[in-house]
């Protein structure tokens, strides 16, 4: 939520109060605008400034000095000095006060050695009710602190106090924060279901399950809400389709992660055809099923690492066309820098290559060659990698040895002449 | 009584646990079973129930008001002054300053803006009222022994409990009324007690002040709040007494030449040779200041003399004079300083400064600067870090409308609260250390918390040679920039487009005199320039100047003013 965009969208426009409700595709299209930095001004601004805004001026460098020094001690007491810019009458600056007094605030008491964590509690409830433009992040970011200090009933609680908060035309520009604190309710509520479920298989108590069913279906109303709209809510999907499992809703869950997978009016995202896949697997579904969809994730994205499966899928699939199939996938994988040196990589190559040369479909790995001769030569097969690899790893050495023998085959052999004659000599060496 | 207020919020109180909220005077809520406070307060609700909203909160505040007492807006200013006065009087000032100067100047203000001491004042219901309470508020601490004797009257008046706690506040916000009738601010009271300071002659140059303000020796920021309980301070008085900016010295000197004008003063008493704002007195302070030589002082009073500034005819202020010039005699002192330093060692960065070795006795400019300018720049950064620091919002909240106090209230309160929690956080709390007041910003010498080695003890013997029978200055030139005045009225300064081309020293010695003066480098150099114009306004100069080509910078000095320079001999130093 905190992205780049996020955060420069706050420093660029200052006066604005157009915080209006997009999503990230719109708010990339948006104009961009110079960000106005907070600390430098013009000589001609400073001249006319009074001297309640020059102090805060150089408070804010003072401050800025400090924290870029890692001096906390230092930077705590100039931000208390600070914090009399929230009584500022002047009503643009007043409202950037309590913005920059709740950003700075947190930052330096997470860094402060003494801080606890009462500190960052009554930080946040001052900063949520003073100037209201900011109370959806805030309240959202202290129910992700309490989250990560493991108090997760008050998380809850901050959440769901914050979720029916409506106040007339604030809540028009911050209504993608509320919606996030929504699907961030149903999600505490899952976190407790799963606290409650590993705690509940010990001792088999009535009350103690009977609250577990109430949390499930608090989170399965929230979250099956949040998903049914379309974004990217990866964490949430996993945690409703988990507790579905758990309740053995499998046509349910099923039907939730095609929507998620496959419907149009939801962003792109591999990640929904992943989790499709693995749960599909943990089900034993055919692996026709299977390779349909991993032939969607890798139009979209050729270089997963699910790619190996799919290659071994294929391979072994009794549907004619498979087969032939197999062999640009995996070559597509090695394409990528990312599989360079691994072993499995390659070895799933090895493999692919020995059966079809059993199966007499030598004309394909020439095809696939042909394309990919000139960089590969010198991406994979350089004297330079032949030398790391014998130091790191020696069994991809012979692997990627016996791939240039087979694929010495369909082209002239000096193109690996360099490379064997290398390989021949640190054999000898050793 | 106040469910509908609270009627929107249903939440459990935390400590006990019961619903039943009710809204406190501060228009927080609190929970009526254990008092328990939360940081919920109103919601901004539409116009319709704010009415009643305030209705309900004047009812519930009435049990506690106080004995109120109707006030004008010059009792306030009164009030200020006197504290001001009794501050300068405990720093050294001589206790005529607050009983007979600055009362009696405060009188005759009154009398001649008709506010006061007058058979017409300008405010019509102001009639025996005033003259009784100045005198009794003044002298005496502020008492509230005498009731106002028509205040019956002004009960029917409502002007006084609708917007501002004063009388006549009102007539304060329009500029047009407070230039016609010349009505008091805040930076004017500095500027009487500049007046008053000047006519007792005292030590306390205009820069001093101001620096004295900076560091809260005398009251000027959030004074109101040592007003009495009595006086009732809200919503426009805010915007009279309520101070965000300390004034700058060129500010105050313009409000107390108009001051000056307005009390129709006569001239001042006249500023003789012994009085310590004596451009020779004055200069030996800011030579000790800066760690130049004792030496140099003698140079300075031969330059003062040539200048013809140490006469009494022209550092005596007379405002009933038309031409008399309101001098800045702090700025004088320094750009006589500068110029005599400019005689001395050229400073346009092309001499090479004469090696000397260290121990030696003989003064050398190099390692002047090397001991001068670090402690200038810690100087800056700690002032800029105490100005960064420096807490402008007083405790006692400034209401400046009905509407917005409960937002004014809340903020206040969070403000108490982040401090409070970020001071635990850092243990104790650094006070700003109350300064022990001095007129000197650095101290040289080799104590512990010196700023330097002290160089006053050294010779400038190097920079002497002798000829004959007289000492000469060693340097014989002599650099300038353009001394013609400006016909434009408002001209004033052209210093921004000559700083890139003047010599750095030059520059670098204009920020130190600035730095300690706290005004603009432009400002001291242009008093530079009126020196310049002064001593070199002789007769036999002025017809160099005719013929010569005027350059910005670097004039050459011909031969025919080394006559002057001759002049400048010492004699047995």
């Known amino acids: 939520m905190d992205d780049i965009e996020a955060e420069l969208g706050i420093s660029r426009s200052v006066g604005n109060e157009d915080f209006s409700d997009s999503s990230e595709d719109e708010r990339v299209a948006r104009k961009i605008r110079p960000p106005i930095l907070l600390h430098s001004s013009t000589a001609q601004a400073r001249a006319k400034e009074s001297g309640f805004h020059e102090s805060s001026r150089l408070c804010l460098k003072a401050i800025r000095d400090a924290m870029l020094h890692h001096h906390w001690q230092e930077a705590a007491q100039y931000l208390s000095a600070y914090s009399q810019t929230l009584e500022d009458t002047t009503v643009n600056k007043q409202s950037l006060a309590c913005e920059i007094i709740w950003r700075l605030g947190t930052e330096i008491l997470q860094h402060h050695p003494n801080s606890r964590l009462e500190d960052f509690n009554a930080l946040y409830e001052q900063m949520k009710n003073s100037g209201v433009k900011n109370y959806a992040k805030i309240c959202l970011e202290h129910s992700f602190h309490l989250l990560l200090n493991g108090h997760i009933y008050d998380a809850k609680r901050q959440l769901s106090v914050a979720a029916s908060w409506r106040y007339g035309k604030q809540s028009v520009p911050q209504s993608l924060d509320l919606k996030l604190i929504h699907a961030y309710c149903g999600f505490l509520d899952y976190v407790i279901w799963h606290m409650k479920k590993s705690s509940v298989s010990e001792a088999e108590d009535n009350s103690s399950n009977r609250e577990m069913h109430s949390y499930f279906r608090q989170a399965s109303v929230t979250l099956q809400e949040i998903i049914a709209q379309p974004g990217v809510w990866d964490p949430f999907v996993l945690s409703y389709v988990d507790m579905l499992e758990f309740y053995n809703d499998q046509e349910e869950a099923l039907k939730v992660l095609q929507n998620y997978a496959y419907n149009k009016d939801y962003p792109s995202n591999p990640n929904a055809h992943v989790y499709l896949y693995q749960f599909l697997k943990r089900h034993e579904a055919p692996p026709a099923k299977l390779i349909s969809i991993l032939k969607v994730l890798h139009h979209l994205v050729p270089s997963h690492e699910l790619m190996q499966e799919y290659c071994y899928l294929l391979v072994n699939s009794v549907v004619p066309g498979h087969l032939e199939e197999s062999l640009p996938v995996v070559f597509n994988l090695l394409d990528y820098p990312s599989w360079k040196n691994d072993l499995d990589t390659w070895n799933c190559l090895l493999t692919v290559m020995t059966v079809f040369k059993r199966k007499g479909l030598q004309h394909l790995i020439a095809n696939e060659w042909k394309q990919r001769k000139d960089f590969w030569l010198t991406m994979h097969y350089r004297a330079y990698h032949g030398r790391k690899d014998s130091e790191l790893n020696r069994e991809l050495l012979l692997v990627k040895a016996k791939v240039a023998k087979l694929l010495g085959e369909h082209g002239k052999p000096d193109h690996f002449f360099k490379y064997k004659l290398l390989i021949i000599f640190i054999f000898l060496m050793f | ?573």
């Not at chain 2, 330097?452 to 650099?479: D, F, I, T």
Request: proline share 4%; with cysteine.
């Open chain 2, 1 to 573: 009584m106040d469910e509908h207020l609270t009627e929107g919020y249903s939440e459990p109180c935390k400590q006990c646990g019961a619903v039943s909220w009710a809204l406190s005077d501060g228009c927080q809520f609190f929970c009526r079973n254990c008092h328990n406070v939360i940081e919920k307060t109103q919601d901004v609700v539409d116009v319709s129930s704010f009415i009643l909203n305030n209705k309900i909160s004047s009812i519930s505040s009435s049990s506690r008001k106080k004995t109120r007492r109707e006030w004008m807006v010059c009792e306030g200013f009164q009030f200020i002054l006197k504290l001001q006065a009794e501050a300068l009087v405990g720093l050294g000032v001589c206790p005529q300053f607050k009983t007979d100067v600055l009362w009696d100047f405060w009188k005759r203000y009154l009398q001649i803006t008709r506010q006061a001491y007058t058979r017409s004042p300008v405010n019509s219901f102001t009639n025996t009222v005033v003259s009784s309470e100045p005198e009794s508020a003044f002298l005496s601490e502020a008492s509230d022994q005498t009731e106002p004797m028509s205040a019956s009257g002004h009960s029917t008046d409502g002007r006084s409990s609708v917007c501002s706690g004063s009388l006549d506040a009102a007539c304060y916000l329009s500029a047009k009324e407070r230039k016609s009738r010349q009505l008091m601010n805040m930076p004017r009271t500095l500027a009487l007690c500049h007046l008053a300071l000047l006519w007792l002659r005292e030590a306390i140059t205009l820069a001093d002040l101001l620096r004295l303000v900076s560091r809260r020796l005398i009251p000027y920021i959030n004074v109101y709040e040592e007003f009495p309980e009595e006086m009732q301070f809200y919503g426009r008085d805010a915007i009279i007494f309520r101070v965000e900016t300390i004034p700058s010295y060129r500010k105050v000197h313009g409000e107390a030449l108009q001051m000056a004008e307005i009390l129709q003063l006569p001239a001042f008493p006249p500023v003789t040779s012994d009085c310590l704002l004596h451009p020779a007195l004055l200069s030996l302070r800011y030579l000790m200041e800066v760690n130049l030589p004792d030496e140099l002082h003698s140079l300075v009073c031969r330059v003062i003399e040539k200048s013809a500034m140490g006469k009494e005819s022209f550092l005596t202020f007379n405002p009933s004079k038309p031409k008399s010039t309101f001098l800045f005699y702090d700025l004088q002192a320094a750009a006589l300083i500068i110029v005599t330093m400019k005689l001395l060692f050229k400073l346009d960065d092309h001499v090479a400064c004469l090696y000397v070795l260290a121990g030696s006795k003989m003064f050398s400019l190099k390692a002047w600067y090397m001991t001068v300018h670090p402690a200038l720049e810690h100087a800056r950064q700690r002032e800029e870090l105490f100005e960064a620091r420096r807490p402008w919002k007083s405790k006692k909240v400034l209401i400046p409308a009905m509407k917005h106090k409960a937002v004014v209230l809340k903020r206040r309160r969070v403000v108490e609260q982040l401090q409070s929690t970020f001071h635990t956080l850092t243990g104790s709390v650094p006070e700003q250390q109350s300064s022990s007041p001095s007129s000197f910003q650095f101290l040289w010498g080799q104590e512990e918390d010196s700023d330097g080695p002290s160089l006053h003890h050294k010779h400038l013997n190097c920079m002497l040679e002798k000829r004959g029978k007289e000492k000469w200055l060693v340097n014989q030139a002599y650099w300038h920039t353009d001394l013609k005045r400006c016909h434009k009225k408002d001209c004033r300064d052209h210093y921004s487009e000559l700083k890139h081309s003047l010599p750095r020293m030059y520059v670098w010695l204009l920020g130190l005199f600035s730095f300690l003066l706290r005004v603009s480098e432009a400002q001291v150099h242009k008093e530079v320039v009126e020196v310049e114009r002064r001593f070199f306004g002789t007769p036999a100069y002025s017809l160099i100047i005719l013929n010569s080509k005027k350059k910005k910078k670097g004039l050459k000095i011909y031969p025919a003013f080394v006559s002057l320079l001759r002049a400048l001999e010492m004699s047995g130093c």
